[in-house]
């Protein structure tokens, strides 16, 4: 027995459609640009209805911004070694690793992002909280284990990494590579 349409609202039919829909967009992107890519192209290349996806994506800016976040893999899973220096070392040299070969994907929307405000805005507050978040999730522990000190500012102390990790290139002109992200980790997270 099929499920009323009501009960699907907001999803794109089929358990996989999400992935195909962010896979299409991605495609897409690569073949016409931002600027010629549309909503009804994607759902045909995914094979969605068009309603489905506009009920989950409200917007082209937020399909794209998506599609490159979850596809360009840019965010390592967050360690859990029970060493707070051990995760975040993982976790940034990780980060490190996947910013790189997140890179190419974002390439093909590089003139994109620099022109088009709302979809750089969106790509950052999608990619800044969730950088934080996994940060944020590291010192949590180290503090819940007693590695920190109970004191501990978690969100101060949670964005300094990410803070130097983004300023490096700028103040020091050259990429951040796993020596910078070791000099942070014993900076900051050695107890």
Same mark, same amino acid.
């Given at each position: ?5 009501? *009960? ?46 506009? /009920? ?68 950052? *507050? ?35 990494? /990410?803070?130097? /990790? ?26």
């Amino acid at each position: 027995m099929s499920q009323p349409p009501e *009960s699907r609202r907001g999803r794109p039919d089929g358990p996989d459609a999400d992935e195909a829909v962010l896979q299409a967009a991605a495609d897409l992107l690569g073949e016409t640009g931002f600027a010629r890519l549309t909503m009804d192209q994607v759902a045909a290349r995914a094979g969605v209805g068009e309603r489905s996806l506009s /009920l989950r994506w409200p917007n082209k800016v937020a399909l794209v911004a998506e599609a490159l976040h979850r596809l360009t893999g840019v965010v390592p899973t967050v360690p859990d070694t029970g060493n707070v220096r051990d995760d975040m070392l993982g976790f940034l040299c990780g980060l490190l690793r996947m910013r790189r070969l997140g890179r190419r994907a974002i390439t093909s929307v590089r003139g994109e992002l620099d022109s088009n405000r709302d979809l750089r805005l969106a790509m950052r *507050s999608r990619l800044a909280a969730t950088f934080s978040a996994s940060v944020r999730t590291i010192v949590q522990r180290g503090v819940d284990r007693g590695e920190l000190p109970a004191t501990t500012d978690v969100d101060l102390l949670a964005t300094l990494p /990410l803070t130097v /990790l983004q300023t490096w290139e700028a103040d020091h002109g050259e990429r951040p590579d796993d020596t910078v992200v070791k000099r942070i980790v014993d900076q900051f997270f050695t107890p």
